[in-house]
Nanobody, 123 residues
Framework: QIQLVESGGGSVQAGGSLKLSCEASGNTYGSYSTGWFRQFPGKEREGLAV???????RYAEIAKGRFTISQDKAKDTVYLQMDGLKPEDTAMYYC?????????????????WGQGTQVTVSS
């Protein structure tokens, strides 16, 4: 089992930046993939970016150009750098792990989820 803890959310003005962190603990050995998702109230979670344990990554169209996913394997931590934030980026952000290498951004693929971190962007 892998446990995930997100951090780095908060309030920022439009145009600002935030860097979210997702620290994993537990069974972090072997091949797996970590994705970042967000959820608006009353909506389904949407995938933003994913990186696998070999560094292969993929972005959703909505994330390209503004969001950057990276990882520090020594710290078992995956990051999401978010630049040029807009009020419409206001949401709860989650990281999740799939127990194999994948670049899918479908939430149903991921079996372990963090508790989420709130991002609020004001105009």
């Amino acid at each position: 089992q892998i446990q995930l803890v997100e951090s780095g959310g908060g309030s920022v003005q439009a145009g600002g930046s935030l860097k979210l962190s997702c620290e994993a603990s537990g069974n972090t050995y072997g091949s797996y993939s970590t994705g970042w998702f967000r959820q608006f109230p009353g909506k389904e979670r949407e995938g933003l970016a994913v990186i696998d344990s070999y560094g292969l990554l993929r972005y959703a169209e909505i994330a390209k150009g503004r969001f950057t996913i990276s990882q520090d394997k020594a710290k078992d931590t995956v990051y999401l750098q978010m630049d040029g934030l807009k009020p419409e980026d206001t949401a709860m952000y989650y990281c999740a792990v799939a127990p194999y290498r994948t670049t899918t951004l479908a939430p149903t693929t991921y079996t372990a989820w963090g508790q989420g971190t709130q991002v609020t962007v004001s105009s």
